[in-house]
């Protein structure tokens, strides 16, 4: 057992940060940020990059809980150290986490401006997830503003890319887009059938899971539906009850 823990502290944080993440897609949310904040705090002592990537990654999953103005000493912080390791890699993720916050405040100009950064610099890497992931907030971000034909083509070449490069949860991320544009477009039993083809294929991931169940959720109020939404209400509680 000893052997499996990281010597130095570049490691040890690494090693802390990918069992975070794990426990986060298996749905310990909770846990799964107390985490990422004490790997924060520890990599304080760590090299830039590494500080920077746990920033990152803490950001990407605790700002789906924090309000826009909560999120602002978190970009400080990624802003700070993105201008000490200054590579595309880093720069890209900046811009989508700039991307992401000014979405969730309205400000979808500003946002596509850096997500058009984001694409530029993602391109000089060799990160599938990375440029999947631009891709995938610009989809998101483009059904929100009602452009609808663009989140289209975006989402559906994303799902594409995810699955002849193996990675579901790039998958399900592809889907649950294609699931909102064609709920949006009131193609209601289309958005029906992405979203039991998803809870077909999120297996373990509890976080994707409850996701899609509260879709569905949403999508049979839309329907008017209130047995079946009740039921999948249900369902998702049901889900979520072991997850600390």
């Given amino acids: 057992q000893a052997r ?10 690494r090693f802390q940060v990918v069992g975070a993440m794990a426990r986060f897609e298996l749905g310990e949310i909770t846990t799964a940020i107390n985490d990422l904040r004490q790997a924060s705090l520890e990599a304080d002592g760590a090299s830039i990059k590494v500080q920077f990537s746990t920033a990152f990654v803490r950001f990407v999953r605790e700002s ?9 000493p978190h970009l400080t912080k990624l802003r ?3 201008t000490q390791v200054g590579d595309a890699e880093s720069l890209a993720s900046l811009h989508v986490a700039v991307a992401r916050f000014e979405g969730c405040r309205g400000h979808y100009l500003g946002s596509h401006h850096h997500l058009q950064l984001a694409r530029a610099l993602a391109s000089r890497t060799t990160k599938e997830p990375l440029q999947l992931t631009v891709d995938l907030v610009e989809a998101s971000l483009q059904s929100q503003a009602g452009n609808l034909n663009r989140a289209q083509a975006l989402a559906s070449a994303s ?3 995810a699955l002849r490069n193996g990675l579901a949860k790039y998958e399900l991320a592809a889907l649950s887009n294609l699931a909102l544009i064609a709920t949006y ?9 992405i979203l039991d083809q998803m809870l077909e294929s999120s297996g373990f991931l509890s976080y994707a899971r409850v996701g899609t169940l509260d879709s569905l959720a949403q ?12 039921r999948v209400i249900s369902v998702c509680a049901d889900t979520t009850a072991g997850s600390p």
Avoid at 4 to 13: F, I, K, S
Avoid at 185 to 193: I, K, T, V
């Fill in 159 to 161: 799902l594409d890319r």
């Fill in 185 to 193: 477009r009131n193609n209601l039993d289309q958005a029906r059938q």
């Fill in 219 to 230: 999508l049979e109020l839309r329907r008017d539906d209130m047995k079946e939404c009740q």
């Fill in 4 to 13: 499996l823990v990281p010597t130095n502290t570049d490691q040890r944080v």
């Fill in 64 to 72: 789906d809980f924090l309000a826009p103005d909560d999120l602002i």
């Fill in 80 to 82: 700070q150290l993105c």
